[in-house]
């Protein structure tokens, strides 16, 4: 399978030639902060099945946490993924940045716990107060 994406303004475009795993919805603070929306809508990938096709040059990078950075369009913001220093083999997508129109798993709601008090999550996907093991 074969996957292209891009950010808003088209500068960055990408490919993943593989799965994506299932997606999460992530409520934590940090994703609505950097997506500007009541959750980020994630989806596991392998790094080596990602490939940047254009737009190296305005990809960014931000440290949101000692272990974690997310990457993103330094021309139009767009969030593109997020990567766990301890786990370089997998990058999160920002799965509204995906060009083809494809049936993504949905299997969870995490960090609910800490959630916008006006997010009514409105499904029957299981929901975790944090990031399950």
């Not at 997310?70 to 997508?93: A, D, Q, T, V």
């Not at 060009?99 to 996907?125: C, G, N, P, R, T």
Request: net charge neutral; aromatic share 8%; hydrophobic share 35%.
């Amino acid at each position: 399978m074969s996957l292209k994406g891009s950010c808003l303004c088209g500068g960055i475009r990408y490919q993943i030639d593989g799965e994506l795993s299932p997606a999460m919805f992530c409520h934590c603070g940090k994703c609505r902060k950097s997506n500007g929306s009541a959750f980020a809508l994630n989806a596991p990938v392998k790094s080596s099945d990602f490939k940047l096709l254009s737009g190296e040059n305005l990809l960014r990078s931000y440290a949101s946490s000692e272990d974690a950075k997310r990457f993103f369009c330094e021309n139009c913001g767009s969030p593109i993924y997020s990567k766990r220093m301890s786990m370089p083999e997998i990058l999160r997508l920002r799965v509204g940045t995906l060009d083809d129109e494809i049936a993504i798993e949905k299997v969870s709601h995490i960090f609910v716990a800490s959630k916008a008090a006006w997010d009514d999550i409105q499904d029957d996907l299981p929901q975790f107060a944090e990031r399950p093991e």
